[in-house]
């Protein structure tokens, strides 16, 4: 089995960052940077940030850039909701107003389909927040402009979003911009303690494995008289394959993208199964409940139960697990009130 490179503490400066950009292969692209390291504008130690998807996720991001230094500043936001920018807009104010580090005049909040373009020509770094349907051809202007991404996973939903995802990452490789997906477990200590572990071989080679993603109902917009089909779409955009791609690839590629990690390779095959999720309000959505098993090389399938939330991995020297930090009680629980429900058996 192809080890990954050994996990190093990254420090770095900001001038650093910009000069030597460096891209791994995760499922996509995947930057080995944190976005805290960030990118500096030419001649200045100011960095500009443009936000590109303006709801709760994209919000987040924006609070996560500017609370990561000073000199970091928000100067254009892009949304195709006007409602959704302003509430934003709004939020980052209460903690942001005052520090000089949000400058968005009305001039520089952009609404429609085109405004991303308005929003990245300004900006240094951006934050790509969209539901993924959109995100390739917003990944690909942007790198096409030259700018430092932030982007949240999983990027696209089928694969010709996937292959302009790709081809921009090898223009971006080359022009040496840093790209960043959110897939955050990579920078989370316990998942990299157990990494750690691996390599230095506690357990053994690793034969075979389970990851699990469990949750309950997420948010549901009820229509509105003046939405059309379309709107009311993309302000449910979870529910709808063309825009999120399901849940075994919105939320699950989390867990997906740590088997890979810790293998260190890449499935050759893989089979799914489901049926047609109905919301507990009536609502019938694209959704389809999940499970799948991926094969790998070398591997059979492997299954025992596990309690929720869990990743557990099977090897020569034992099983070794990694929970949440969540009781007994709350797998239970949790379990119980759980509306979706993915595994993958390796």
Known sequence: MKQPKKIKKNEITRREFVKGATMTASGLLLGSLPLSSSAYAAGSDMIKVALVGCGGRGTGAAFNALAAGSDVKLVAMADVFEDRLEESYSRLSQRFGDTGQLEVPDDHKFIGFDAYKKAIDLADVVLLVTPPGFCPRHYKYAVEKGKHVFMEKPVATDAPGVRTILESGKIAREKKLNVVVGLQRRYQNNYREILRRIHNREIGDIISGQVYWNQ???WLRERKPEYSELEYQMRNWYYFNWLC??????????????ANWYLGQYPEKAQGMGGREVHRQGVRTNIRPPFCRIYLPGRSCHRQPVPPDSRVF??????LSGYSGISQHRWQQQ????????????
């Open 314 to 319: 099977q090897s020569g020297g034992g099983r």
């Open 216 to 218: 309950g109902e997420l």
């Open 245 to 258: 791609g399901d849940h075994i690839l919105e939320q699950h590629v989390h867990q997906i993208d740590v």
């Open 335 to 346: 379990c119980h009130h759980s509306r979706s429900k993915s595994e993958c058996s390796f």
